[in-house]
T-cell receptor, first 112, second 116 residues
């Protein structure tokens, strides 16, 4: 299974600013995904990061708020833009192919 | 229709006992059902997964039981150990062409505590 590294692991940010989260996979993977997890809650899919094309967003998530890049088969970034306290959450990336997807350890974001 | 409902929300088991977590789904397009284990401060880790063509899959102390007609599946942890204390998520996915099975719909999670 792919091993996924995410950074930063946590950050405290001022409202109105943006944070870019990086996700690095130790092998080439076809698909990468970004999820959000409120502390103590379940995971919700934000978007599918497509290599070489625009990300595909789930209902309730938009590109202006969560721009995503996928420059190659081992790397992706998620930016949380113009942050508000409601964006405080854990953001996780996932990667793999076929069945069996692994997750990074997540980025715990607090917006003050 | 995309929901996966998981129960119980929390579970306390004595060491050596059996932990059982249940999930139900509505979307008949789902055909891949993984379970994930998550420890505090860590991302979810794939534990075991099943496809609807089998009714049961066992890996060590972990067993998935699947009932296609009822659209339900469950995780059984035999001989539960304190180290199994974690949050468990069921999930479901359907083959979606290029995105394969990676678009997961998660259940609400079950916090398992195993007392020594």
């Amino acid at each position: 299974s792919a091993v996924i590294s995410q950074k930063p692991s946590r950050d405290i940010c001022q409202r109105g600013t943006s944070l870019t989260i990086q996700c690095q996979v130790d092998s080439q993977v076809t698909m990468m995904f970004w999820y959000r997890q409120q502390p103590g809650q379940s995971l919700t899919l934000i978007a599918t990061a497509n290599q070489g094309s625009e990300a595909t967003y789930e209902s309730g998530f938009v590109i202006d708020k969560f721009p995503i890049s996928r420059p190659n088969l081992t790397f992706s970034t998620l930016t949380v833009s113009n942050m508000s306290p409601e964006d405080s959450s854990i953001y996780l990336c996932s990667g793999g192919q076929g069945a069996g997807y692994t997750f990074g350890s997540g980025t715990r974001l607090t917006v003050v | 229709q995309q929901q996966v409902k998981q129960s119980p929300q929390s579970l306390i088991v004595q060491k050596g006992g059996i932990s059982i977590i249940n999930c139900a789904y509505e979307n008949t397009a789902f055909d891949y059902f993984p379970w994930y284990q998550q420890f505090p401060g860590k991302g979810p880790a794939l534990l075991i997964a099943i496809r609807p063509d089998v009714s049961e899959k066992k890996e060590g102390r972990f067993t998935i039981s699947f009932n296609k007609s009822a659209k339900q599946f469950s995780l059984h942890i035999m001989d539960s150990q304190p180290g199994d204390s974690a949050t468990y998520f069921c999930a479901a996915s359907g083959y979606a062409g290029g995105t394969s099975y990676g678009k997961l719909t998660f259940g609400q999670g079950t916090i398992l505590t195993v007392h020594p």
